[in-house]
């Protein structure tokens, strides 16, 4: 099976709308490069203007097989990192007053039950999975999805360090330093995945320890992975083939690709050029940002990208589907990350973020009818269709919603602080509270990967209109109706009682007009933008709702070794299936322990997380 990355796993409806649309050498290292990067605060860890390296073939042992690869197309002049100073940029996390005992007590109880929580899932990984990629969380047994490269080591390392557990820390470091990527279990290896699961995991891993052999993993795994840009054209082979490249066979980018998979490369690769004063990996992700910014305003939906492109011919623009979730949306995610890492060195991030966000707040960000007149948006997918009279593209939004898509709350938020833009943080919110209102609102208490609900009467249910929405019991009833096929009908007589059938068999709680996939298989999205309002804006009323989600998760998921993914949240006691993936641990369960934590640990002023959830230094003067 391929490796698919969980925001890229395809809806069936997306995937056929999809194949319709498809019809259709340099080692030239800098020295003294750190030098220039300047001191970081006296915080909770190591600067990385001085990494603490004892061992040197850490940083220059150029006899790593992957480094001797032959290299095909060189690049011709490679681009460094600016040497400038590193800006002084607003202030993300909010100031937290001193919180009182009682609370204090609460907060680390909670705390301690998340640790409990991980340190099970860890014990049982240790005992029945150690090196593989995944434990089988009611088997007991082990699979290897991801490379065979112990990826649930990898994605768990820095959610050790963070949780103070130093003795497992070592112990896996330990292990982690032995992994060769010389071999692979997989014949066709997923770059990006790839990046964010392994060379992330590392880098976060060195970040917050120093430790210098996961520097030089991270190098290694960084040597894997340059080696998939040896195109003519430097466009990296997205899905590639590991033993061709092994080999030192000629290789060319596909003629498609996901957006998310090609785009969001650039939050490791600058983070391990700066680490290791290599621009290689900085150079060739920066080629894939100019292909992006130059072709931004030109698609159908300016301002965005469609989730599939031509990394072949590097054309980014003929697809007709835009969405900030599944397939798309760290391309996104890691536009205000790049300018937060980068200490505001590299603005062209932020001119893309705001020209992007611009268009998603305008057409695909809608509000929803719901029972209680919540406030709430949800951001959706939106298509282009060329009107044949003026031939200019309209663009209209699928009313479904995301788990996947809970992650653009804490963008908004990140990059409304960032740039000082309130409006974004009004944005982030009422994402989030619709992630909420979606947690609550199913009985069990989780939010299903994809859900439909009826818009707010036109014109109020664009993001920009304040009007009130009022809750039209049968307007819903006979949206139930179209959405289960019965649209002829949907306006006959005993329309209600033939919805209410409806909404009985499929458990439609009141709002939902249709839940397509009803799993909930551990992600993190909805936590993670919790934990990003909270800290951008101090709210306590997010500790009480994200120990509301995580009492939910854990009540049902837990299993004899571990936790397991739900096949089906929408009754009582939601079936389990065996699936544990490697972000349980490397990221839902290390954003609701950061949620119980001082707020200082792993400041949003001082790191980035990675769309992996592994955080990274921030430049910062
Ligand atoms: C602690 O602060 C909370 C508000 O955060 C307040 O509701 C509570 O009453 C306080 N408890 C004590 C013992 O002061
Ligand atoms: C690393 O690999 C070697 C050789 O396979 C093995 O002897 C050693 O125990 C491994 N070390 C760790 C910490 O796993």
Not at 12 to 23: D, G, I, K, N, T
Not at 105 to 130: D, G, I, N, P
Not at 246 to 271: K, N
Not at 483 to 488: M, R
Request: net charge neutral.
């Amino acid at each position: 099976m391929l490796p698919l990355r969980r925001r890229i796993v395809l809806p069936l409806a997306m995937l056929l709308s999809l194949f319709v649309l498809l019809l259709l050498k340099s080692d030239n290292t800098t020295p003294g490069f750190w030098k220039q990067l300047g001191k970081q605060d006296a915080g909770s860890s190591r600067p990385y203007s001085k990494p603490v390296i004892t061992d040197p073939t850490v940083l220059n042992d150029d006899s790593y097989f992957w480094r001797k690869r032959p290299t095909r197309h060189p690049v011709a002049s490679l681009r460094s990192f600016p040497t400038g100073k590193p800006l002084a940029l607003p202030k993300v996390q909010a100031s937290f007053p001193k919180e009182n005992a009682s609370d204090k007590q609460l907060r680390l109880q909670r705390q301690k039950a998340v640790e409990t929580a991980f340190m099970r899932c860890w014990t049982s990984y240790s005992k029945h999975a150690w090196l593989q990629d995944e434990l089988t969380p009611l088997s007991g047994g082990a699979r290897n999805p991801f490379g065979g490269w112990a990826a649930t080591l990898v994605d768990s390392l820095d959610t050790l360090h963070i949780m103070g557990l130093h003795g497992e820390f070592e112990r896996a470091a330990a292990a982690a330093a032995n992994i060769s990527f010389e071999t692979s279990s997989l014949e066709q290896v997923n770059v990006f995945e790839t990046t964010i699961r392994y060379l992330g995991g590392f880098l976060a891993a060195y970040d917050l320890s120093g430790d210098p052999r996961l520097l030089k993993k991270a190098r290694e795994a960084g040597d894997m992975l340059y080696a998939a840009f040896d195109t003519p054209n430097r466009m990296p082979v997205t899905r590639w083939d590991f033993g061709k490249a092994a080999a030192g066979g000629p290789q060319e980018a596909a003629d498609w690709a996901l957006v998310a998979e090609i785009g969001s490369l650039c939050v490791e690769f600058t983070r391990l050029s700066l680490a290791t004063g290599d621009a290689r990996w900085f150079d060739a992700s920066e080629r894939i940002t100019d292909a992006l910014r130059a072709q931004q305003g030109r698609t159908q939906l300016p301002g965005l990208w469609p989730i599939s492109v031509n990394p072949r011919d590097g054309v980014f623009t003929a697809d007709n589907t835009f969405s900030l979730g599944a397939m798309a949306d760290s391309v996104f995610e890691y536009l205000p990350k790049m300018a937060a890492l980068a200490g505001g060195l590299l603005p062209h991030y932020r001119a893309m973020y705001e020209d992007a966000m611009a268009t998603a707040i305008r057409h695909n960000f809608w509000r929803p009818m719901v029972p209680d007149e919540a406030d709430i948006l949800i951001s959706s997918s939106v298509h282009t269709a060329r009107d044949g009279a003026t031939g200019a593209f309209t663009p209209s939004v699928e009313r479904v919603g995301q788990h996947l898509v809970c992650f653009a709350g804490g963008m908004l938020a990140l990059g409304g602080r960032l740039f000082r833009k309130p409006e974004h943080m009004e944005y982030a919110k009422k994402l989030v509270d619709g992630c909420v209102w979606t947690y609550r609102a199913v009985p069990s208490g989780m939010m299903p990967e994809t859900f439909a609900m009826a818009p707010c009467p036109p014109p109020s249910s664009s993001a920009t209109d304040d009007r009130a929405c009022p809750w039209d019991e049968a307007a819903w009833k006979r949206a139930v109706l179209r959405e289960a096929g019965a649209g002829e009908d949907a306006d006959a007589d005993d329309f209600a009682s033939r919805a209410d059938a409806v909404i009985r068999e499929r458990r439609l709680p009141r709002g939902f007009t249709a839940i397509p996939d009803a799993r909930y298989i551990l992600r993190p999205e909805a936590i993670e933008s919790v934990f990003v309002l909270y800290r951008t804006t101090g709210d306590r009323a997010l500790l009480d709702t994200a120990w509301d989600m995580f009492s939910a998760i854990q009540r049902h998921t837990e299993t004899a070794y571990a936790n397991a993914a739900l096949a089906d949240v929408t009754g009582a006691t939601p079936p389990q299936t065996d699936s544990m993936e490697s972000f349980w641990m490397g990221e839902t369960l290390k954003y609701f322990y950061l949620m119980f934590s001082e707020p200082n640990l792993v400041s949003l002023d001082e790191w980035v997380f990675n769309t992996e959830a592994h955080p990274l230094r921030r430049l910062v003067p």
